[in-house]
């Protein structure tokens, strides 16, 4: 059975964040993710009319996966402090090569 390919939204949201992790919140342009995301500027606009809508994207992702992770680490484990968890996980994302809470907040500051 083939893997389900990713929609263009979520091929988006991917190329928004590599772009962004790769040269800054600031470089964020429309252009750009368009161009990574192999869309046409018109395919981006019908998914993120605007780039706040773009960045909106992103942290609704963010946090949703956030939140996931959140639940999943507090299910497996009921001994442990939900705020220990909560520091533990917060630390790793800064770890991680994705993009972390602090650059996607930057990214919108530069561009309420």
């Known amino acids: 059975m083939r893997a389900q390919r990713p929609n263009s939204r979520e091929k988006i949201l991917a190329a928004a964040a590599d772009v962004a992790r790769e040269s800054g919140p600031g470089s964020l342009s429309l252009d750009a ?3 990574r995301a192999g869309v046409s500027k018109g395919g ?3 998914n993120f ?3 706040a809508k773009l960045m ?3 942290v609704e992702g963010y946090l949703r996966d956030f939140e996931q992770a959140l639940e999943s680490a507090n299910s497996n484990d009921n001994d442990k402090n939900p705020l220990a968890v909560y520091i ?5 994302d800064c770890e991680e090569k994705q993009p ?4 996607i907040f930057s990214a919108i500051a530069e561009d309420p």
């Open 49 to 51: 009319p605007t780039k």
């Open 88 to 92: 533990k996980l917060s630390a790793e």
């Open 56 to 58: 909106q994207g992103l």
């Open 33 to 35: 993710v368009a161009s």
């Open 44 to 46: 981006l606009l019908y």
């Open 100 to 103: 972390s809470a602090s650059w």
